[in-house]
């Protein structure tokens, strides 16, 4: 209800965003939302109609993350220009594995992104650096686009652990995937995530120069320039436009931000 009451009122009284060219410049700056487990179709319409009345920065990818039921729900009322994700799948086609989606079954939803490696699926879950890299690996090579999660937990950052956490999440999945072409990296400091405690935008442009320095390194100076590294972590409409200004920053992954209508703001924070 809530929900509803804040879309009515922010559809009567937003200015509409202002449809101007923007030039594009490198990587493509991309935002995505992750509904993670919440809503119902109803709150999904809310949020759909939230996207499609108001105009988007034509320059930017805009992914919904939508739950597993929910995905051909989405992908249908969403327009072709917004990508629809699943927020988690298994490396494998088809088997007993119960509960489990497969890549496959997600393209079948005509949906051609997923996350993984996100940071409730990696404590809640105990999902390990080496399956989300099988998953990683396994997403891509049927087709899948991925968002790619990784960062450090509070104890690590106050252990100054930040870059060697991170490092060892970014190899993990180098050891298994050669093209990066479909990768976005999604730097989310665990602290920040739901808490409202957002990195600051030097906290974040250290840790994502730093990723970008370790691509350069280790994967090739081609895959590190065109690589997308996208900050997630208590984005929201006031802290997106400073965030984005950073060199090294490409977009974000946004959690509770993405249920509000707000995230219009988010996606159009370039451009505003
Ligand atoms: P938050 O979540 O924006 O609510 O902090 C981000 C995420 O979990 O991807």
Redesign the pocket.
């Known amino acids: 209800m809530l929900l509803k009451l804040l879309f009515r009122s922010f559809s009567s009284t937003s200015k509409p965003f202002k449809c101007s060219a923007v030039k594009a410049m490198g990587r493509k700056f991309t935002v995505g939302g ?1 509904w ?1 487990m919440n809503g119902d179709k109803a709150t999904y319409d809310g949020l759909i109609a939230n996207l499609t009345s108001n105009c988007l920065d034509k320059e930017v990818d805009v992914v919904i993350g939508a739950p597993a039921c929910y995905l051909e729900y989405v992908r249908t009322k969403l327009p072709s220009t917004i990508g629809v994700a699943a927020q988690n799948c298994f490396y494998k086609k088809s088997g007993a594995f119960t509960g489990e989606i497969s890549p496959e079954m997600i393209l079948d939803n005509k949906c051609d992104w997923v996350i993984i490696g ?3 699926r990696r404590q809640i879950f105990g999902e390990t650096d080496q399956m989300i890299a099988e998953k990683v690996n396994y997403a891509l090579s049927v087709g899948l686009k991925v968002i790619f ?1 990784i960062g450090e937990t509070l104890e690590e950052r106050e252990a100054g652990k930040t870059h060697e956490v991170c490092f060892r999440q970014m190899q993990a999945a180098a050891d298994k995937v050669k093209n990066w072409d479909n990768v976005v990296v ?1 730097y ?1 400091p665990v602290w ?4 409202g405690k957002v990195a600051t935008p030097e906290q974040a442009q250290d840790v994502h120069a730093a990723l970008r320095t370790w691509a350069k390194d280790k994967l090739s100076p081609e895959i590190a320039e065109g690589l997308r590294i996208i900050y ?4 929201t409409a006031d802290n997106a436009p400073s965030l984005s200004k950073q060199p090294d920053i490409d977009g974000f ?6 249920l509000k209508p707000e995230f219009v703001k988010i996606i159009n924070c370039k451009s505003d």
Request: aromatic share 0%.
């Open positions: 992750n993670k996100h940071s409730e999660c999604a989310e920040a995530i739901g808490t997630g972590g208590s984005v992954l946004v959690g509770g931000a993405s």
